[in-house]
């Protein structure tokens, strides 16, 4: 798995370090590369906000860090989906209620394309 699919750009971070916790410092990841992420300080009570600096792609991935946006948040076919499956989600839910939901998303979604013949055979 790439480092830059398991972080993208644009994620907001909450610090929980324990000297930060209390400072609510919120980190915006502006690039990814090579194992590291270049953050800008958004929002800090007791810093400089706007300060732009770098942290640990898997320090960003542990529960040293608070996922507060991700950019697919707002992304209108994550949201078909997301409603999609909390429509079917329930006590007693089944992946396969999951996968039929998300599946009429899709066919919703994506555009029709060249029909397929089954029929044919091959020569």
């Known amino acids: 798995m790439s480092t830059s699919s398991t972080v993208p750009e644009n994620q907001l971070y909450r610090d929980l370090a324990p000297d930060m916790k209390a400072r609510d410092r919120r980190l915006r990841v502006t690039a990814v590369r090579d194992g590291r992420a270049d953050v800008v300080v958004e929002h800090d009570l007791g810093g400089q906000a706007g300060r732009k600096t770098h942290a640990s ?13 991700d950019p697919a ?3 209108p076919q ?3 989906m997301l409603a999609a499956v909390a429509e079917v989600h329930r006590p007693g839910a089944t992946p396969p209620d999951c996968a039929r939901a998300a599946l009429r998303v899709l066919r919703d979604l994506l555009p029709a394309g060249p029909a397929v013949r089954s029929d044919v055979s091959s020569r």
């Open 57 to 69: 792609i898997a320090r960003l991935r542990s529960a040293a860090f608070e996922l507060l946006e």
């Open 73 to 75: 948040d707002t992304d």
């Open 78 to 80: 994550y949201l078909a």
